[in-house]
């Protein structure tokens, strides 16, 4: 079963770019690798999902290097509504989410 | 729109009741997963089902039990509520078992128990 680390929290200011990196040193062969975001008192919605290299959408982009051990979320000029915590996930049949990376946007 | 509906935001209970948390989605997906997120621990799998009857332990299983009778609904039970119990409930769906598809979450259920 993959697990996946990523940090606890990070700190960023309004305008700037955000990159969240997660390890997943056992991910599998066919295991896509999915980053979610949750606001408080809501429950997490999917942002972006990929397999290898890079994939981009209106939210973000994530950056998958060719090893698959590790991926990077970016969000490009985050602001104040950016604020919440997001969760890396190697999704497999269990779909566990670990801690999540807790972002705190300042103005 | 697609939809997870949780039967309610709020709920209080007495220590040794037996509850019932429900959870309804209307887009046919075959799976379902019940967590709890308690602060600083994210979000923890209870129980989850890839099929109508089936079920299959969560990594915090201990104190709970499923049902699921009808593809659109997935029932989280709590046999005897204890104070340790009390936090947010999570349910979701998504319509494969494996990989590439997206997870659809309600808006949750918080639990206190007294």
């Known amino acids: 079963l993959a697990k996946t680390t990523q940090p606890i929290s990070m700190d960023s200011y309004e305008g700037q770019e955000v990159n969240i990196t997660c390890s997943h040193n056992?991910?599998?062969?066919?295991?896509?690798i999915t980053w979610y975001q949750q606001f408080p008192s809501q429950g997490p919605r999917f942002i972006i999902q990929g397999y290898k290299t890079k994939v981009t959408n209106e939210v973000a982009s994530l950056f998958i290097p060719a090893d698959r051990k590790s991926s990077t979320l970016s969000l490009p000029r985050v602001s104040l509504s950016d604020t919440a915590v997001y969760y890396c996930?190697?999704?497999?049949?269990?779909?566990?989410f670990g801690a999540g990376t807790t972002v705190t946007v300042r103005a | 729109d697609v939809k997870v509906t949780q039967s309610s935001r709020y709920l209080v209970k007495r220590t040794g009741e037996k509850v019932f948390l429900e959870c309804v989605q209307d887009?046919?997906?075959?799976?379902m997963f019940w967590y709890r997120q308690d602060p600083g621990l994210g979000l923890r799998l209870i129980y989850f089902s890839y099929d109508v009857k089936m079920k299959e332990k969560g990594d915090i299983p201990e104190g709970y039990s499923v049902s699921r009778e009808k593809k659109e609904r997935f029932s989280l039970i709590l046999e005897s509520a204890s104070t340790n119990q009390t936090s947010m409930y999570l349910c979701?769906?998504?319509?494969?078992?494996?990989?590439?598809?997206?997870?659809?979450f309600g808006q949750g259920t918080r639990l206190t128990v007294v």
């Open positions: 056992n991910i599998a062969t066919n295991d896509y």
């Open positions: 979701a769906s998504s319509s494969n078992p494996d990989s590439n598809t997206e997870a659809f």
């Open positions: 887009m046919d997906h075959e799976n």
């Open positions: 996930l190697v999704v497999d049949y269990k779909l566990s």
